[in-house]
Every structure is written in C-alpha cells, then in structure tokens.
Nanobody
Framework: QVQLVESGGGLVQPGGSLRLSCTASRTVSSIYLMGWYRQAPGKQRELVAVINRDGSTNYADSGRGRFTISRDNAKNTMYLQVNSLKPEDTAVYYC?????????WGQGTQVTVSS
C-alpha cells in the first residue's frame, strides 16, 4: 500500500503562485504514471498534468504554459508549480500514482484563488 500526502495549497490572489507537493509514503519502483487532478465545487474531477515513467509530461489546456509538473525520485515527491493563478483554478487538487497493478490517490489540497 502507498499513501500519498499533498501539501502547499492555500488562499492566493489572482496572478499569484503556489507550489503543490505530493509525497509518497515509500519508494515505488513500478510507477507507470503520476499526475495532478483537480475538482471544483459541482464539477467532475479533471486532469491537470501528468508525468510519465520516462519523465515526459502532458498538460491539460487549462494549465498549459502556467503549470509545471515535476518529480524528485530521491524524495518520493511530485510537484506542481502553478503560476498566474485565476479564480477558475479554485479547486481541490489531488495527486495520483499509477503502477502496473494499482492506482493511488491523495486526500487533496485546497487551492482558492480570490482577491
């Protein structure tokens, strides 16, 4: 079993930045894909960004150019740098880890963009 713990969310003004972190409870050698998702009130959970096994990345249109996904394997941690935040980015942000046989989710971290 793997526990994922997100942190770094908070209240930020439009145009501001945050760095979200997702730390796994142990090293996982069979990671297939890691990603960030978000869910706004009344909406379905949506993909924000993913980082593949080979380190390549993909972004949803909503965050392309503003968000950067990365990982530090030595720290078992994945990051999401979010810049130029907009009110519509307000959501609970979740991290996800997929192995060949399992799928894990964190508990989420709230990001609120408001003046």
């Amino acid at each position: 079993q793997v526990q994922l713990v997100e942190s770094g969310g908070g209240l930020v003004q439009p145009g501001g930045s945050l760095r979200l972190s997702c730390t796994a409870s142990r090293t996982v050698s069979s990671i297939y894909l890691m990603g960030w998702y978000r869910q706004a009130p009344g909406k379905q959970r949506e993909l924000v960004a993913v980082i593949n096994r080979d380190g390549s990345t993909n972004y949803a249109d909503s965050g392309r150019g503003r968000f950067t996904i990365s990982r530090d394997n030595a720290k078992n941690t994945m990051y999401l740098q979010v810049n130029s935040l907009k009110p519509e980015d307000t959501a609970v942000y979740y991290c996800n880890l997929e192995t060949w046989t399992s799928n894990y989710w964190g508990q989420g971290t709230q990001v609120t963009v408001s003046s």
